[in-house]
Nanobody
Framework: QVQLVESGGGVVQTGDSLRLSCAAS??????????MGWFRQAPGKERELAGI????????YYADSVTGRFTISRDNAKKTVYLQMTSLKPEDTAVYYC????????????????????WGQGTQVTVSS
């Protein structure tokens, strides 16, 4: 099993920055062959990808809506992935989830939620105008 715990959400104003963290653990967790995705889901909308990072090599991929504003990084020793969000907009308001996948049988980038096997509980980010 793999456990993912997000933290760092909150209420901020337009233009502010915020950093989310996702701590991974579990008997079957491996930061050698897994990729971590950050998804978000606004009320009444489908869950959408914000970005992805591979544990090995730190390869990243971002959705167009966040490119240039969001940055994903990882700390292998701490088994923690970060989502640094800058220039936040009201439309960034959502519950943010981290997810993990081994990508077996799947093609990079892993942009769909159903390509991920493990999910955190989510953390709320609210951007006020």
């Amino acid at each position: 099993q793999v456990q993912l715990v997000e933290s760092g959400g909150g209420v901020v104003q337009t233009g502010d920055s915020l950093r989310l963290s996702c701590a991974a653990s579990g008997r079957t967790f491996s930061n050698y062959d897994m990729a971590m995705g950050w998804f978000r889901q606004a009320p009444g909308k489908e869950r959408e990808l914000a970005g992805i990072i591979t544990w090995k090599g730190g390869i990243t991929y971002y959705a167009d809506s966040v490119t240039g504003r969001f940055t994903i990084s990882r700390d292998n020793a701490k088994k923690t992935v970060y989502l640094q969000m800058t220039s936040l907009k009201p439309e960034d308001t959502a519950v943010y989830y981290c997810a993990a996948t081994r990508g077996v049988g799947r093609s990079w980038p892993y942009i769909f939620a159903n390509e991920y096997d493990y999910w955190g509980q989510g953390t709320q980010v609210t951007v006020s105008s």
